[in-house]
């Protein structure tokens, strides 16, 4: 994912310098930088709540394979 988000960040770098040089649909060029990096911005997010949720997931199941060994220990 960091791979893709470099590149987006390239294409995103491409779109701004053509703004900056008042290219004829700068306005558009705009709308979709903006779009791109309002998408990327909600899948970090997201990987970061499933990151978060894998965890804890994988904390509960050590804690519950702790009892079972205790008990059966």
Not at 18 to 30: P, V
Not at 35 to 45: Q, Y
Request: hydrophobic residues 35%.
């Amino acid at each position: 994912m960091a791979a893709r988000y470099k590149r987006s960040e390239g294409v995103c770098g491409v779109g701004e310098m053509l703004i900056s040089n008042n290219h004829y649909a700068r306005r558009d060029i705009m709308t979709r930088i903006n779009s791109l990096r309002e998408k990327w911005k909600k899948l970090l997010d997201l990987a970061s709540k499933r990151r978060t949720r894998l965890e804890d997931a994988y904390e509960s199941h050590q804690v519950k394979s702790n009892v079972l060994n205790n008990l059966s220990g």
